[in-house]
T-cell receptor, first 114, second 109 residues
C-alpha cells in the first residue's frame, strides 16, 4: 500500500511571498490532516478534513493560511503572504475515519522563509 | 482545548537499560493515546497506541500504560538499543490529536 505523498520536499522563499504544498493521502482514507511542526516541537494540527468538508480549522491562521480538498482526495495548503515564523515542516497525515484511528504521516515539506 | 505535557524532554540511557517517558493530558473526554517515534529528518511513525478501555498494552520491548483517573499515560521501552535513539511524541485524541512536546531519547552503546 502506498503511503501519504507530499510535494515539494523542500522550499525556500522570501517573506511576503506565497507558497503551496500538496498532499495525496493513502487510498481510501476519508480523513486528511495538515500539521505544522516547528523545530524542536511536536506537530500542531492546522486543519482536518473529512472527505471534502472541513471538520476543524480552529488553529489555522486564516489571515494567511488556506487549505482545500475539493474532490475529497488530495489537498493543497497555501500560505500567502509568508512570514519568517512560518519556517517549519508541514506534515500531511491521513486516517480511515475521523477519531481514534491511526494517523499515517507523509514525509513532510520543509519550508524556510528568509 | 486539550493540553498534553510530556517529560522528560531529554533522556539518556545505557544500551540494555529501560527508558520511561510520561505524559499527562487535560481533556477527560480523550479516548485514544498513540505514541510516535520520529528520527531526524523523517516522518513521525506510530509505534504503539492505547485506547481508554484498556489499562496496559505491550508489543515486544515496548509497553504503554494508561491511568484515566489521573489522566496520565506512559511509554516503557525495555532492553534499549542504539536504534531506539530518536524523538518520541505522545499524543491524546478527543476531537483532535494533540501532541506533547517530545522526548529526545539517546541510547549509548
Amino acid at each position: 500500500e502506498a503511503g501519504v505523498a507530499q510535494s515539494p520536499r523542500y522550499k525556500i522563499i522570501e517573506k511576503r511571498q506565497s507558497v503551496a504544498f500538496w498532499c495525496n493521502p493513502i487510498s481510501g482514507h476519508a480523513t486528511l490532516y495538515w500539521y505544522q511542526q516547528i523545530l524542536g516541537q511536536g506537530p500542531k494540527l492546522l486543519i482536518q478534513f473529512q472527505n471534502n468538508g472541513v471538520v476543524d480549522d480552529s488553529q489555522l491562521p486564516k489571515d494567511r493560511f488556506s487549505a482545500e480538498r475539493l474532490k475529497g482526495v488530495d489537498s493543497t495548503l497555501k500560505i500567502q503572504p509568508a512570514k519568517l515564523e512560518d519556517s517549519a515542516v508541514y506534515l500531511c497525515a491521513s486516517s480511515l475515519v475521523l477519531q481514534g484511528e491511526t494517523q499515517y504521516f507523509g514525509p513532510g515539506t520543509r519550508l524556510l522563509v528568509l | 482545548g486539550e493540553n498534553v505535557e510530556q517529560h522528560p524532554s531529554t533522556l539518556s540511557v545505557q544500551e540494555g537499560d529501560s527508558a520511561v517517558i510520561k505524559c499527562t493530558y487535560s481533556d477527560s473526554a480523550s479516548n485514544y493515546f498513540p505514541w510516535y517515534k520520529q528520527e531526524l529528518g523523517k516522518r513521525p511513525q506510530l509505534i504503539i497506541d492505547i485506547r481508554s478501555n484498556v489499562g496496559e498494552k505491550k508489543d515486544q520491548r515496548i509497553a504503554v500504560t494508561l491511568n484515566k483517573t489521573a489522566k496520565h499515560f506512559s511509554l516503557h521501552i525495555t532492553e534499549t538499543q542504539p536504534e531506539d535513539s530518536a524523538v518520541y511524541f505522545c499524543a491524546s485524541s478527543g476531537n483532535m490529536l494533540t501532541f506533547g512536546g517530545g522526548t529526545r531519547l539517546m541510547v549509548k552503546p
